[in-house]
């Protein structure tokens, strides 16, 4: 079996999208049709409003998705902030050829909000506030035709963009202090650390309950080998200082690709290695191969400065052959 982890980059329609969902699905269903998964990790599918229907839904997936086969499959995605159809932006979706027998979100279940007084504010606040993450962690049980459970977990962590701190920005994208820059990017580094640590501490749970459970952990985590979001997810022997926990730590996958072509997105001319697969040690034991489809991917930052949006993604999809 395949299983594949992708961020197709605010799936979305107009007006709010700048190209026609058609125009998008002509470049990303040759992608899709590739991958050849038989459980897929979607990120940033945004939600649409539809006539007769208060709560969003994933139009903009069900159009990309049509005539193809992940039209049959089971799909579980992350909710609104009311418990109601979807988000409006970046939600996370798993979609399944096998039985999805249970869903769950994680969002500051096992991590409190951190409190941070933040220091360049204009006005300065006069106490913490809480910092809440960005997305949850969405999890789903599937059941494989041996019978046996495979745990998915789809991530997206905070991208290494500063946080908004009040009066501190003159535009969109321009800031009025450095200061000011340095703490809304130490903000985005705390929920970046943040999620990782909500899902190590998941993990964490999911061991206690069974250690040779089969846990795949995929998605955009925003950070690449050894980063900190990474080393907390991972949890390594060395790190831990302790081998009689190293069952409990994930193995990287992305590490047997070639250096050369081993990057899931192109920045400034800097490849970078972003998007990850991790396995518990029970499932990388089933580990065949692993790909990454980068063949056509374009410098994020060229069609961001000439102004025009890619049909594709900037991201490029990584797939795991599994023997189940």
């Not at 009040?166 to 820059?181: D, E, I, N």
């Not at 999911?206 to 985590?221: S, W």
Request: glycine share 6%; charged share 25%.
């Amino acid at each position: 079996m395949r299983l594949a982890t992708f961020n197709v980059e605010s799936l979305d329609l107009p007006p709010r999208a700048k190209l026609p969902i058609e125009v998008r699905a002509e470049a990303l269903r040759p992608v899709l049709a590739r991958l050849d998964a038989d459980i897929l990790c979607l990120q940033e599918v945004n939600g649409q409003h539809v006539p007769d229907r208060p709560e969003r839904v994933l139009l903009a997936l069900d159009l990309l998705l049509e005539g193809t086969p992940y039209a049959t499959f089971e799909r579980i995605s992350t909710s609104g902030p009311d418990g109601l159809g979807v988000a409006d932006t970046h939600n996370l979706v798993i979609l399944s050829r096998f039985p999805i027998r249970s869903r769950r979100e994680v969002c500051h279940d096992l991590v409190p909000q951190p409190l941070c007084r933040m220091v360049t504010a204009d006005p300065c606040p006069s106490k913490p506030e809480p910092v809440t993450f960005d997305r949850p962690l969405l999890v789903a049980d599937i059941e494989l035709p041996s019978g046996a459970l495979l745990t998915v977990i789809n991530v997206h962590l905070r991208a290494p963009l500063a946080a908004a701190i009040p009066g501190q920005k003159l535009s969109a994208f321009v800031w009025r202090t450095v200061g000011g820059w340095a703490e809304g990017y130490f903000l985005a580094s705390m929920r970046r650390a943040g999620q990782a640590l909500e899902l190590r501490l998941l993990l964490e749970e999911l061991f206690e309950a069974d250690p040779h459970r089969l846990i795949a952990v995929a998605g955009d985590f925003n950070a690449e080998d050894y980063d900190t979001a990474l080393r907390i997810a991972i949890g390594a022997e060395e790190d831990t200082g302790n081998g009689a926990l190293s069952p409990r730590s994930l193995v990287l996958l992305d590490r047997a690709i070639p250096a050369d072509r081993r990057w899931t997105i192109l920045h400034h001319g800097r490849p970078q290695m972003l998007d990850h697969i991790l396995v518990s040690r029970a499932l990388y034991g089933h580990v065949r191969e692993i790909e990454v489809h980068n063949e056509i991917l374009g410098d994020e930052l060229v069609g961001f400065g000439k102004g025009a949006p890619s049909p594709g993604s900037h991201h490029a999809p990584l797939v795991v052959e599994l023997a189940l």
